[in-house]
T-cell receptor, first 113, second 114 residues
Framework: DAGITQSPRHKVTETGTPVTLRCHQT?????MYWYRQDPGHGLRLIHY???????DKGEVSDGYSVSRSKTEDFLLTLESATSSQTSVYFC????????????FGPGTRLTVL | QKEVEQNSGPLSVPEGAIASLNCTYS??????FFWYRQYSGKSPELIMFIYSNGDKEDGRFTAQLNKASQYVSLLIRDSQPSDSATYLC??????????????FGAGTRLAVHP
């Protein structure tokens, strides 16, 4: 347990609605990541952060935005949810960032109807 | 094209046998390699990492890296039913000018039967 929580753990929403997922860590690590996991695709990086207010895009960032106003919280927003964003979303942290190991939160299962 | 390839499985092995899980990657510049275990409905859990060519052992687990062949493997000795899970390979990848991200394979499902 790397002190990472995600909320909500499960959410069902409708197409076109905004959705915000929260990742909270208790260890004050600098590096945080959002991934989505879909069958056959493994984990794909959506956005990452290397400090407060410092974020950058990953490989599947379209339709997503992030914010990090405090070290401990990293928010992922689906501005207008689509059915293709139905997935399991994992937050991860890294102590040293870069190509070092990452530790994952428990995940959020999101269903967009 | 970023590629980390794993056989999806399932790889079925009897209890007590050696399970061998394989991963190939396409970027010769990758420097860091990780194995994660993921039980159904749970989050990935780091079990091994390796940076240098050769073998690295930790308990029943051995990671093997061959950079020339762009191949990393995980051996699980004395496999137990509790090892039944999906194993994800992750490889460092060049991104925004540096090798600073991880790319994950889709995972191999391992089933250990009594």
């Amino acid at each position: 347990d790397a002190g990472i929580t995600q909320s909500p753990r499960h959410k069902v929403t409708e197409t076109g609605t905004p959705v915000t997922l929260r990742c909270h860590q208790t260890e004050n690590h600098r590096y945080m990541y959002w991934y989505r996991q879909d069958p056959g695709h493994g984990l794909r990086l959506i956005h990452y952060s290397y400090g407060v207010k410092d974020t950058d895009k990953g490989e599947v960032s379209d339709g997503y935005s992030v914010s990090r106003s405090k070290t401990e919280d990293f928010l992922l927003t689906l501005e207008s949810a689509t059915s293709s964003q139905t997935s399991v979303y994992f937050c991860a942290i890294s102590v040293y960032g870069g190509d070092n190991e990452q530790f994952f939160g428990p995940g959020t299962r999101l269903t967009v109807l | 094209q970023k590629e980390v390839e794993q056989n999806s499985g399932p790889l079925s092995v009897p209890e007590g046998a050696i399970a061998s899980l394989n991963c190939t990657y396409s970027d010769r510049g990758s420097q860091s390699f990780f194995w994660y275990r993921q039980y159904s409905g749970k989050s990935p859990e780091l079990i091994m990492f390796i940076y240098s060519n050769g073998d690295k052992e930790d308990g029943r687990f051995t990671a093997q890296l061959n950079k020339a062949s762009q191949y990393v493997s995980l051996l699980i000795r004395d496999s137990q039913p509790s090892d039944s899970a999906t194993y994800l390979c992750a490889v460092s990848w060049g991104f925004s000018g540096g090798y600073n991200k991880l790319i994950f394979g889709a995972g191999t499902r391992l089933a250990v039967h009594p």
